[in-house]
């Protein structure tokens, strides 16, 4: 397939072979991209593209954002950085920000890292030295990065390379999905209870041996498949982490800085964790994570544990900064959930038209189309969802698919992409839907994709 790329396109895709290791992501279409503006992303061969997946949703403001370029530009010729050895005053106002922000009326400070994965495993191990428990309680599908530590609690990972981290007390229940419950009912909040009680009897069994530290949940399940929990569950995580002494992590490094409608998920089932995680869109396109919450646990750790020369970046604090300023300003969180309800109102309209659509679901700009061989079964169908997302990129839409089956379009376009973009895009997925049932699109492309999926 390569053969038939053009030349420019197919010899850099060459050097990535040569050079970069087939571990660092998987690959879905031979797009180079060479620019990106707001969103929509351009080829090296000038061919233009909506973009429904914002960097894997980093770019909630927007792909170079004029205002936070500038900022960028305007600091560059002061310093670009200087580790935490010492002080500077982008550092201190981003963290100021992220305080006052989080939900929560207690006492917080923040850690910086460079990437969710860092934040993820800075808060596990703050959670481990602040409990002094050795239990760590994860997801079955969950994914919160790629350190030693987050590797062990992703159930996204197989248990072979799970199990060459070495870390013994990590323990997975399943998370609530309520169009596949697999207790067997269709009410999203009776299901929720099942799966709450299996978590409780989690809970309960780990108690009686050594305790469990931390709970690490996703409010929304992202790469599982954009799985949204029952408002009922998350309720009851809380209780149940707060009555056995149990450190809740937020993981919001997919889902946070507006994504769902509101700044951060979890506020949609008005919980308040001890430890919030962010990465992703909060540099606004610059590398920079933040663990936010309780001071006493984010500090129960000794100076150095999370220092790293390059956390808190200046020049990514800075755009940080102006990203949340660009976002408040523009009512982005706002304009998230008016534009996530009307894409949810198309998507629902395109269900009704194809038997391949089983379920539409999400919250704000974080949705997921669950492509299906029939309603019935809901037989998850990977091979159309591929073929459906490459179409999609030949007619010019960048969306990609995950979930535990791989069947799962997700739809994550920037928080900024005008109204019409969105409409288009959701035109080209309906005619790319069109194309792969009347058989227009060939089994061969499969094989190009290394894409997501976990089972």
Known sequence: MDGGLPLRTRELIEKYRTYISSSQAFKYFPLVVQRAKNAKVWDVEGREYIDFLSSAASYNVGHTNDYVVNAIKEHVDKFTHYCLYLYHEPAITLAELLVKMAPGSFRKKVIYGLSGSDACDSALKSALIYARKPGIISYTYSYHGTTALGVAVGGSFSSEVRSCMQFKNVYFVDYPDTYRCKYGVDDPDLCGEHYLSELESTVRRLDARAGVAALIIEPVQGDGGVLVPPRNYVKGVRKLTEEYGIVLIDDEVQTGMGRTGRMFAIEHFDVEPDLLVLGKALGAGMPVSAVVGRAEIVEAAPPQTFFAALAAHALSCVAAI??????????????ARSL????????NELKDKHEIVGDVRGLGLMLGVDVVKDRKSKTPDRI?????????????LIVMTYGKYGNVLRIAPPLTIP???????????????????????????????????TE
């Open 322 to 335: 102006k990203g949340i300023e660009y976002m408040l300003s523009n009512n982005l969180v706002e304009r």
């Open 419 to 453: 109204r019409e973009d969105l409409e288009r895009g959701v035109e080209i997925l309906e005619e790319a839907i069109k194309d792969v049932l009347a058989g227009k699109v060939p089994d061969t492309v499969v094989e190009y994709m290394t894409a997501w999926r």
């Open 384 to 396: 159309s969802a591929l073929k459906i997302i490459w179409r999609s990129w030949e007619k010019g």
């Open 340 to 347: 996530g309800d009307y894409a949810m109102k198309m998507l």
